[in-house]
């Protein structure tokens, strides 16, 4: 028996080890001479080396997921300079390069790929690429003193918030081509700069820690010395972390106070005077410094700066607390002068009352139904109740219904569970707001749903306090309304649905139209859309809808990038699509809908939504707008012998191939160069015994998930010439949907676990999940495996939820260089994509040193994915990919990590449709290759129903 070490040795030799890079990196500093590129793989023509005499050479770094990379370089692209040639380094791979260079159609650049980074490791430090950005420019000369190919100006070619945006490089590159260039006086502004970037980082890095020894001496320096400050805006929320963080420390002390207060008034100085969440940290200091009368003064400014905010109600919450501690009547909300009086009452949807909550965790009103005669099911409310308490209100009493009085709800978030008739708070709530639950359906004012046995989850103004929220779990029958965290509500005011052989099944999820009585309490009816839309109200939605993408989502650019290659754009879009409304005069409701969805066709994006109510089918209608691929594969197992590829096994009805050629198959490479449905060679496990036989492949195609082929077409050519005669014969083999991933995932053991493998030696670390609630252990498990020779990290059906155990649990087991990913940050609101985008990419991960591994993990990782790793999930598979000895196994996963920070946005103004999408866009690229609904691509792929027991087999 072969002893399982030596397996994973073998991997280990077979897959490239990615090493840390130099802790101190030399970056090229201006006067300098440019290094040779020698490590870059070019991919135009050009005579090498590059000629630097008597020319201006400007060298980008930059990346295709870039939107001002894209935009920079094709204007470059487009309009050549004389005496000017521009070089442009990515470190995407070649291949993916080649693919999108086809496409732009780009031949007046010199581009290469520094995949390896070796070039930007030279000349650009990466441990500061958290403060550079894409694209990000060399301009390298002739001077005087030092002679041709001298690093003149370096710089982000794009700045966002300048008067002109690339005015800087612009004006460089200008006086270096006519002469007038002065390269000392550019040296001692690159020493302030770099003395800047410096503080800036080093903040960075306290403001996880708050140094109190070190802190100060870096505030001096942004007290004395104000241009050091670097970028208003982004300074400024630093110093209102930093004094927020210290003023709320569990320790706090009168150095830690200090640094607040000097922290808080940078912050205002540097712009946050305008923002009311900075105002709010001013009164937090002032309030812990015992100036409370200030304090009130000041939290009384932040909420009358934040009406119309999201964070309006936490602000105001924190201003009573104050005016309750010191005994004062709490604020009331002016009324505007000519204006009558009128309730001021909380509106919200489902996921802001979580908000709410949060904001309150010890002045929540938790109340209960009635004690059941019925003894189980008093023991099933009990269990019920003690998992919501347990993980929602830890902080929290709950109460009887027949133990509260009126007045306990006048100042607190209420929450209430149970049905009608077990919960008289409950009936009460849903009489005010003329809603009826009954055995057949739920009737809201004069709109009947017909749902049989309906549970109802909605929230609602406190009638006692209507600037606070309540919030109901009910249902028809009182056993229904057990359990009904169950049910996904999402961002919406109410959630109709029903219990289906067990299982929580949503029927509708739609918001709340509230209006006051004339006794001035607040009225919620169902905001329904009509059931056809008027051509205006159409044209109307349609455009709204566009500008939601345009000024706030992620993926705008990059689809808009992809639609010009294909001869369109969103415009384009828009003038199609406006031209079908205009021919139809109305638009039933269902039709529209669907209509939307062509125009969003563009669109691959998992974390993408749609959602509305159908009001013709009186039912709740979504899509997510994700185009997911899935790996299919033959029976055959191949087998490569020099240059050539033949059948080594076979299924009996088609055994009689093994030892047959196969011809003219393209191995797998990156997702980016992906055909969707066309044959490729998938490389498996090895064979260790046999090393002249060593490399095998599975063979089959990926395709999207909702229509995949049955079977694929090759040729193959037999090599017995008694049988074939050495012809190429074509073979159609059937294709199974990959055997590794794993199904019907039991969690209720928990969202973690460990085990042995089945030879009952090695350690397998099973992770389903990253809800961070329920993987209370998982970071402390790398310090025992850190031991360990060998171990599995099975992340399978793992479908994400934070990130951080991922990025704690890594560094904990191997103490090494781990890289984050690239991202792009959005400014919402900006049209101008050179205003609204900034790129920039990936750095070195913030660890904890206090538990970060001392030394790099000596062993060998599997890790082991399938397509329900996603998201989160994705981001541990990128951690632990990175570990010294980590082999990639099993098939694609599910590319759920381009585009988060998923964002709610308002309903169209007359379909009701909502749309939720990312406002950051996050490149895993950088790491390891990634495309959306595709996802990182194993390094060797498995088609088995137990690749456990496949890699470490019990003894025979």
């Known amino acids: 028996m072969l002893r399982k070490l030596g397996l994973f040795a073998l991997l280990c030799l077979l897959v490239p080890i990615s090493t840390p890079a130099d802790d101190s990196p030399s970056a090229l500093a201006l006067g300098d001479p440019l290094p040779p590129l020698r490590q870059v793989t070019w991919l135009t023509d050009q005579p090498l080396p590059l000629d630097l005499k008597g020319q201006t050479t400007v060298l980008e770094f930059w ?125 001692e502004t690159a020493r302030e700069q770099a003395i800047t970037l410096g503080l800036l980082q080093e903040l960075t890095t306290l403001t996880f820690n708050l140094d109190p020894d070190r802190l100060p001496s870096i505030l001096t320096e942004f007290e004395e010395n104000p241009s050091r400050r670097g970028d208003p805006g982004d300074f400024a929320r630093k110093m209102n972390s930093i004094a927020w963080d210290a003023a709320t420390h569990e320790n706090i002390s009168e150095q830690l106070l200090l640094i607040a207060d000097r922290a808080i008034s940078l912050a205002l100085s540097a712009g946050g005077d305008r923002d009311p969440n900075t105002i709010d940290t001013q009164a937090r200091v002032l309030w812990e410094q015992g100036k409370r009368n200030e304090a009130v003064a000041v939290q009384t400014r932040a909420v009358e700066m934040s009406h119309g905010t999201p964070n309006h109600a936490s602000l105001l919450n924190t201003l009573q607390s104050y005016l309750a501690e010191l005994q004062l009547p709490p604020y009331e909300i002016p009324t505007p002068e000519g204006e009558l009086p009128s309730a001021t009452f909380w509106s919200g949807n489902l996921n802001a009352t979580g ?63 149970g049905a009608p008739s077990a919960n008289r708070w409950v009936a009460d709530i849903l009489e005010r707001n003329d809603i009826a639950l009954a055995a057949d359906g739920l009737r809201v004012g004069e709109e009947w749903l017909p749902v049989e046995n309906p549970v109802l989850i909605a929230c609602f103004p406190n009638p006692w306090a209507p600037e606070l929220p309540l919030s109901v779990y009910t249902a028809f029958r009182e056993e229904d309304a057990l359990n009904l965290n169950s049910f996904f509500h999402g961002p919406t005011s109410m959630m109709l649905g029903r219990w289906s052989d067990g299982n929580p099944r949503t029927v509708l999820a739609v918001d709340w139209s509230q209006t006051t009585n004339a006794d001035g309490t607040i009225l919620c009816g169902l905001n329904l859309p009509p059931k056809r839309l008027t051509g205006a109200q159409a044209r109307e939605d349609l455009l709204t809808m566009h500008e939601q993408l345009a000024l706030g989502y992620a993926g705008y650019e990059d689809i808009n990038w992809d639609l010009q290659m294909e001869g369109s754009s969103w415009s384009g879009r828009n003038t199609e699509f406006l031209k079908r409304i205009d021919s139809r005069g109305s638009i039933a409701w269902d039709d529209y809908y669907n209509l939307l969805l062509e125009y969003l066709a563009p669109v691959a994006d998992t974390h993408f939504t749609i959602r509305g109510f159908n009001p013709v089918a009186s039912r709740n209608t979504g899509a997510r707008l994700v185009k997911a691929h899935v790996p299919l594969f033959s029976d055959l197992k191949i087998e490569r012998r020099g240059d050539s590829f033949f059948i080594a096994s076979a299924p009996p009805e088609l055994a009689r191939h093994i030892g047959d050629e196969i011809a003219d198959l393209p191995l ?53 010439k008694r049988r074939r005669g050495g012809k190429k014969l074509k073979l159609d083999l059937p294709l199974h949907r990959g055997r590794v991933r794993l199904e019907n995932i039991d969690r209720s053991a928990g969202h973690w676990t460990q085990s042995v493998a089945p030879d009952g030696v090695t350690p397998v670390l099973g992770v389903r999940s990253m809800d961070v609630r329920r993987l209370d252990g998982l970071p402390a498990t790398a310090d025992t495996l850190r031991n360990e020779p060998a171990m599995v990290l099975d992340l399978r059906g793992n479908y994400g939820g934070g990130d951080d155990p991922a990025m704690l649990w890594g560094p904990r087991l191997s103490g090494q260089y781990f890289e984050w990913v690239g991202y792009v940050v959005s400014y919402t609101g900006q049209s101008d994509p050179l205003r609204r985008y900034r790129s920039f990419p990936g750095s070195r991960m913030n660890t904890d040193p206090q538990t970060e591994a001392a030394t790099p993990y000596g062993g060998s990782l599997k890790v082991l994915i399938d397509r329900g790793v996603a998201s989160s999930g994705e981001t541990f598979t990128h951690v632990a990919s990175q570990i010294i000895g980590a082999v990639l196994l099993g098939e694609n996963s599910s590319g759920c990590v381009n585009y988060g920070n998923v964002t709610p946005h308002a309903p169209l103004p007359h379909s009701g449709l909502k749309l939720n999408f990312g406002r950051s866009r996050f490149v895993a690229d950088w790491v390891r290759p990634t495309r959306e609904g595709i996802g990182f691509f194993p390094d060797y792929w498995l088609d088995t129903e137990d690749p456990i027991g496949l890699l470490y087999p019990g003894k025979p």
């Open 63 to 187: 990346a295709t997921w870039s939107p001002v990379s894209r935009i920079t370089l094709g204007n470059q692209n487009d309009n050549p300079r004389d005496n000017v040639q521009y070089v442009a380094i990515s470190q995407e791979s070649s291949s993916a390069l080649k693919h999108f260079i086809e496409r732009a159609g780009w031949s007046n650049l010199i581009i290469g790929s520094d995949a390896d980074r070796h070039l930007l490791a030279t000349i650009y430090d990466p441990t500061a690429a958290a403060s550079r950005e894409f694209p990000y420019a060399l301009i390298i000369g002739d001077d005087p003193t030092h002679g041709p190919g001298t690093l003149l100006w370096t710089g982000p070619v794009n700045n966002p918030q300048a008067d002109i945006p690339s005015g800087a490089f612009a004006t460089a590159l200008a006086e270096i081509i006519g002469g007038t260039y002065d390269l000392a006086v550019a040296q």
């Open 355 to 417: 908000d709410a909550r949060a904001d309150n965790p010890e002045n929540i009103l938790i109340v209960r139904p009635e004690i059941p005669a019925d003894e189980e099911l008093a023991a099933a409310w009990d269990s019920s109740m003690e998992l919501v308490m347990g993980r929602i209100f830890q902080n929290s009493l709950q109460h009887v219904a027949s133990e509260v009085e009126q007045s306990a709800f006048a100042d607190q978030v209420a929450v209430l569970y």
């Open 668 to 720: 797998i490479d990156s997702p980016h160069t992906l055909r969707v449905g066309e044959p490729y060679l998938f490389p498996t496990l090895p064979i260790v015994d046999d090393p002249a036989r060593a490399t095998r492949f599975l063979l089959g195609v990926i395709d999207l998930r909702n229509d995949p082929p049955a079977s694929v077409s090759v040729s193959i050519k037999s090599n017995d």
